[in-house]
């Protein structure tokens, strides 16, 4: 009886795992297959999406990622009913389970949900110089959860789209045009509104200063040791930096050639003199006078050592005179 028994749970315990490894085996498979099968539709996505100019560079990552999870979704509803689960038990599973994996990751959705908020407005593109919050850089690409920024020194930076979201953003690069102001500071003995006119003629000079609106220059501030002169100009987006870097040194050596003078930070200091510190003086000139007073007490020590002598040889001379 204990034979029978034994030898029917041994056959059950064998025909359960030998279901349970193919179905484990079935689901490794899928898995596999599924894996490579997203991994190629996404870059099937992506590159077919690269040279399309009817869709915008921004949303080409965001199809990719998106056709990529699907796909991966769809593969874990597979796996699960390869193990005898329901497609309705799968979906109430993956709604409670929606539901509490949004309630645990309520940070992560809404960098989705800000990702959607930038694809839709559009304060931001592919390839454009933003500056949000800490952040700044030219954008690489704009993923379901972060954004991919490359600093001007090479640097990547892959920040939460709710962090770009959340914060005021400066695109440099939206607008076509922008304005340059070079600044530069004079001697006061110099002739300002000669100096004015050549800077306002230094920046139309250049080419790439656009003539509307057309270029300007103005006394900005009055400094502690110079005049602060600001020549300003409308240049291409493009060309800003250049053309800013151009004239900024032309600024100085055209300036200087022409007569010129730059001068650096300097400050004159007045010292006015009033009783009290005229007192003061007085007496600090005194005191050299009253230490040479203690001076005589050497003089007085010669004295004494001069008459020792002297006493020595009168007690010399009367020694003889008693033994005679």
């Known amino acids: 009886m204990i034979e029978t028994d034994v030898s029917k749970i041994t056959l059950m315990l064998k025909e359960f795992a030998l279901g349970f490894g193919m179905d484990l085996l079935g689901a490794i498979v899928i898995l596999a297959v599924g894996w490579w099968l997203a991994g190629r539709a996404s870059a099937l996505v ?5 040279n399309a100019k009817f869709v915008d560079a921004t949303l080409k990552p965001l199809a990719a990622s998106i056709v990529r999870y699907a796909i991966l979704i769809f593969v874990l509803i597979a796996i699960l009913s390869n193990f005898g689960v329901e497609t309705t038990s799968i979906i109430a599973v993956l709604g409670a389970a929606g539901l509490a994996i949004g309630l ?9 949900a800000a990702g959607v908020m930038i694809l839709i407005l559009r304060p931001l593109k592919i390839d454009e110089f933003i500056e949000a919050g800490s952040v700044s850089g030219t ?4 993923s379901l959860f972060t954004t991919l920024l490359k600093t001007p020194d090479g640097v990547f930076i892959s920040a939460p789209n709710s962090q770009i ?5 400066k695109n440099y690069s939206r607008n076509p045009t922008r304005r340059m102001d070079i600044k530069v500071g004079i001697s006061y003995d110099d002739d300002v509104d000669g100096a004015l006119e050549f800077l306002k003629n230094l920046v139309a000079s250049d ?5 509307d609106p057309a270029p300007m220059s103005f006394v900005a501030t009055l400094g502690e040791s110079s005049v602060d002169l600001t020549a300003r100009g409308w240049v291409a987006t493009a060309d800003f930096w250049p053309t800013f870097f151009d004239l900024t040194r032309k600024s100085k050596t055209e300036l200087e050639a022409a007569g010129f003078s730059i001068p650096f930070p300097q400050r004159d200091l007045h010292v006015i003199e009033s009783p009290e510190t005229a007192s003061v003086a007085k007496l ?3 005191k050299p006078a009253a230490a040479k ?3 005589k007490k050497p003089a007085t020590r010669t004295r004494a050592t001069a008459a020792k002598p002297a006493a020595k040889t009168a007690a010399a001379k009367k020694a003889p005179e ?3």
């Not at 992506?46 to 690269?50: A, G, N, T, V």
Request: glycine share 2%; aromatic share 2%.
């Open 165 to 169: 979201w959340n914060s005021s953003i």
């Open 139 to 142: 954008v690489v690409e704009i």
């Open 322 to 324: 008693s033994k005679s």
């Open 284 to 286: 600090a000139a005194a």
């Open 104 to 112: 645990a990751l309520q940070g992560t959705l809404s960098n989705i």
């Open 46 to 50: 992506r590159h077919s999406l690269k």
């Open 293 to 295: 007073a203690p001076a």
């Open 207 to 211: 080419e790439r200063v656009l003539k």
